[in-house]
């Protein structure tokens, strides 16, 4: 497709229970992000992928988080051991001049 | 550390007026801001930006404004529409840091006939 590609589009997991994201970017863009939103809050930066350069992880709000782009295109964000407070819209975006062109997010629900 | 302040977390205008929202940043290496309109269930979009060298950018009915000194921005819609209901975010980014964007919390608009 022409746009960025998230999937599952929602999902509900039990606290405790490891979860992956799965983000496809615009073919071609070399800049991948992961952003989160959480309830009231802003967007709130993850991580960063830059081609081959390593990952820009300064955003993981803990060590359960962790992200990887194979081939430079579809990245996987992974959660483990989700808790309730993880709870929040998971967005994607590549890079498109003069912004970020997102996908419509995965909304997570830790329950 | 917010680096990226909305304010205003939410304006209601009512349409064919003006609607002002506002952003302001704290890091002075910041020089170049967008800004990002979400619909609910949607990714947000880009909207408008603006690069430090300019003060001033216009399209269509959106413009922004920049102000360094102040770390200010604001965007303007007139005249407003219910269509532009939505989520508007401020973000920025500079020089050494071209591709993070850091975003501010958001205002929530609403345009009311």
């Known amino acids: 497709g022409a746009g960025v590609s998230q999937s599952p589009s929602n999902k509900v997991t039990e606290k405790g229970k490891d979860v992956e994201l799965r983000c496809d970017p615009i073919s071609g863009h070399t800049a991948l ?44 964000l992974t959660i483990q051991r989700t808790q309730q407070e993880d709870s929040a819209v998971y967005l994607c975006a590549s890079s498109l001049e003069p912004g970020l062109t997102f996908g419509s997010g995965t909304r997570l629900t830790v329950v | 550390d917010q680096q990226v302040k909305q304010n205003s977390p939410s304006l209601s205008v009512q349409e064919g007026r003006i609607s002002i929202l506002n952003c302001d940043y704290t890091n002075s290496m910041f020089d170049y801001f967008l800004w990002y309109k979400k619909y609910p269930a949607e990714g947000p979009t880009f909207l408008i930006s603006i690069s430090s060298i300019k003060d001033k950018n216009e399209d269509g009915r959106f413009t922004v404004f920049l102000n360094k000194s102040a770390k200010h921005l604001s965007l303007h819609i007139v005249p407003s529409q219910p269509g532009d209901s939505a989520v508007y975010f401020c973000a920025a980014n500079s020089i050494f840091n071209t591709d993070k964007l850091i975003f501010g919390t958001g205002t929530r608009l609403q345009v009311f006939p």
Not at chain 1, 41 to 55: K, T, W
């Open chain 1, 33 to 76: 992000y992961w952003y989160r939103q959480s309830l009231g809050q802003g967007l709130e930066f993850l991580i960063y992928f830059q081609g081959n350069s390593a990952p820009d992880k300064s955003g993981l709000p803990s060590d359960r988080f962790s992200a990887e782009r194979t081939g430079g295109s579809v990245s996987t």
